[in-house]
């Protein structure tokens, strides 16, 4: 009899409308949009307790096989992790020494050791972030299963086993294990899960936020609260065919609108771990956004070559206004993300431009320093000032950044290095001129001129003295040797002209080429919104 309602469930999955909506997801596959960023826990307060976050979480994580009544998840781990995801739950079965990862009978594929490898290689991408981990034995004692996970952590320091709930300044970059039940590593767990058996989905969705409601109450104590909305129909007459996956498709739409209510409010409630089913993307990017409270909103509307820029401050935050639309773009996923399409219309050519200016830098310095340690060769402005060493700092500043901005294009860098290469224009212009007058004021009349002034005198004046041979082939050689120097330093003093000169024409290019990019990426759009969404939510 379960071999048969186990053909028909999996039949009745398999031609099933599959795909993705907003808040659904059934697609192995995931694109993420150009302007996401993966780190969003970089924007949530050192001093924050992890309890307080509201965090996204899949139920069953990796349970990706196994027929319509096993399988939980459509994404596998990574992507799970990129698409925002920070609370992962395994069922684990003890064999040997190894932990292997399972959902009832059926294996998935995957170890707890390999689970650990994969999460955390993709904090050492993303310091910023923490990933809860709940481990459930399944099949197998408690306590072996204790014992194993421990000496499976024992060596690594980027695991957290502590009861004690930390704040997020000490898990960043960290696996925090979390405690239930039998299980009890980690920070200690209150599930608001109810019963997964559902036979109504309307029951289901009263249930849930029934349980919602006291994970708002319960939120930033001393324990993480967590709430399932994943459910089956297993086990039930009237929900026999509701399988994790048709649950999810229905209820997981409703949860976004439940929590989308409290989007207005100020500050935001809190509702701990949210563990679903087949999550979409935008429903993880609407958990995620609860967490901000101080609310900035960056707008700009764009018509008929019109630009306006709306922006709304926070009026109870203790910040100013300008430092709130400071933190709103610095924390922008839009700004501050790398950008593909941006890549490809920057191309290549901002590299060699950043190289060009870095050399010139670095030559204003070398050659800087040959006309500082030679009194006659530099006015008194360059001995005062010795402006071409922060000159030369300034285009190898100017440099680095131009090749940043072609390395990791986002919106914001290449919006920098603009400015900074505008700025780079009137440094070079600057440096022009400076160069230009030192050369003009450049003198070496003093270098054949002897204590008595002898020389000098005989050498400007005419005199019936005559000196002597020796003093005159040695004033002969000194006249030879100040005319080789004049000419030498004098050369130096043009090629740095001429390399200001250059660095003119590089900042222009840099300053053209940035705007144009820029100006392309968003020449389709009608409306770019910073944050993400409507509104740029920080906390």
């Known amino acids: 009899m379960i071999l048969i309602y186990y053909f028909i469930t999996t039949l009745l999955y398999r031609v099933a409308c599959h795909g993705n909506d907003l808040f659904f997801n059934d697609n192995a596959e995931l694109q993420l949009p150009e302007t996401y960023s993966v780190p969003w826990m970089r924007a949530v307060k050192d001093s924050s307790p992890l309890s307080a976050l509201t965090v996204p979480g899949t139920h069953d994580s990796m349970s990706l096989a196994g027929g319509a009544l096993a399988q939980h998840q459509a994404w596998s781990l990574d992507l799970q992790l990129r698409a925002g995801i920070r609370y992962l739950e395994l069922r684990v079965v003890a064999v040997g020494n190894t932990l292997y990862v399972m959902q009832g009978i059926t294996y998935q594929h995957s170890t707890l050791q390999e689970v650990l490898h994969t999460t955390l290689a993709f904090l050492s991408l993303y310091p910023s972030e923490a990933v809860l981990l709940q481990v459930l034995p399944e099949l197998s004692k408690s306590s072996q299963v204790n014992q194993m996970v421990q000496d499976l952590v024992a060596q690594e320091q980027r695991v957290w086993v502590s009861s004690g709930m930390p704040t997020m300044r000490e898990v960043r970059g960290k696996v925090v294990l979390v405690q239930k039940g039998s299980f009890n590593l980690g920070v200690p767990l209150q599930a608001e899960g109810g019963d997964n058996r559902v036979s109504e989905i309307q029951d289901k969705e009263a249930s849930l936020a029934k349980l919602l409601g006291q994970a708002m109450v319960a939120c930033g104590g001393e324990n993480i609260v967590m709430s399932h909305s994943s459910g089956s129909g297993f086990g039930t007459f009237w929900g026999m065919f509701l399988t994790p996956k048709r649950v999810a498709e229905r209820v997981n739409p409703w949860l976004n609108h439940f929590l989308g209510q409290y989007a207005p409010n100020h500050p935001r409630p809190c509702f701990g771990v949210l563990s679903m089913d087949f999550p979409g993307f935008d429903l993880i990017q609407n958990i995620i956004n609860l967490n901000w409270s101080d609310i900035m909103s960056v707008t700009m509307t764009r018509s008929d070559g ?215 990426m968003f020449k389709k759009e009608n409306q770019v919104q910073l944050g993400g969404g409507e509104q740029v939510q920080l906390g």
């Not at 130096?492 to 003119?504: K, M």
């Open 306 to 520: 019109v630009a306006i820029l709306t922006m709304k401050s926070d009026a109870g935050s203790a910040c100013p206004p300008l430092c709130q639309i400071l933190k709103a773009l610095c924390y922008s996923p839009v700004c501050c993300s790398v950008s593909q399409k941006l890549r490809s219309l920057l191309g290549t050519s901002h590299s060699a431009l950043g190289m060009v200016q870095v050399m010139v830098g670095l030559m204003n310095m070398a050659l800087g320093l040959l006309l500082c340690i030679n009194r006659f060769s530099s006015s008194w402005r360059m001995h005062e000032t010795l402006y071409p060493f922060w000159l030369g700092a300034l285009f190898i500043f100017f440099g680095i950044l131009c090749i940043l901005s072609e390395k990791f294009p986002s919106p914001c860098l290449v919006v920098s290095s603009v400015s900074a290469h505008l700025a780079g224009v009137g440094f070079s212009i600057a440096a022009v001129v400076l160069y230009s007058m030192n050369l003009a004021e450049m003198s070496f009349w003093r270098l054949c001129r002897d204590d008595d002034d002898y020389y000098f005198y005989h050498y400007h004046h005419s005199s019936s003295t005559t000196a002597s041979p020796d003093r005159q082939d040695t004033l002969r050689r000194c006249l030879e040797g100040q005319r080789i120097i004049t000419m030498v330093l004098g050369g130096i003093n043009v090629l740095l002209i001429t390399l200001s000169v250059l660095q003119f024409c590089v900042s222009i290019s840099c300053v053209v080429l940035g705007i144009k990019a820029v100006r392309k």
